[in-house]
């Protein structure tokens, strides 16, 4: 296998990976919620991180909706911010 086919490869499979956490946060979007739809957990944020733009406390699914495709797939990938 060349290079470049393992590369394009890995960047399909990236495409693909993104394409299935887009699937599930436009699922999650689609329910109505009346609370947060991300919980923020200081506990497991041990040094204080952040997110520009995104502040440290749960989150409704109006606000989460409003973030850039790029940042929402930033908060759920962190421990400190999760589903609820």
Known sequence: MSNETTEATADELEAARLAAIDE???AK????YDGPIIIYD??????????PGVPLRDLTAAEFAEYPRWLQRS???????RWS
């Open 24 to 26: 599930d946060i436009a």
């Open 42 to 51: 200081a506990s497991e944020n041990h040094y204080g991180a952040s997110l």
């Open 75 to 81: 908060v759920i990938a962190l421990r400190f911010y």
């Open 29 to 32: 979007l689609s329910v109505d």
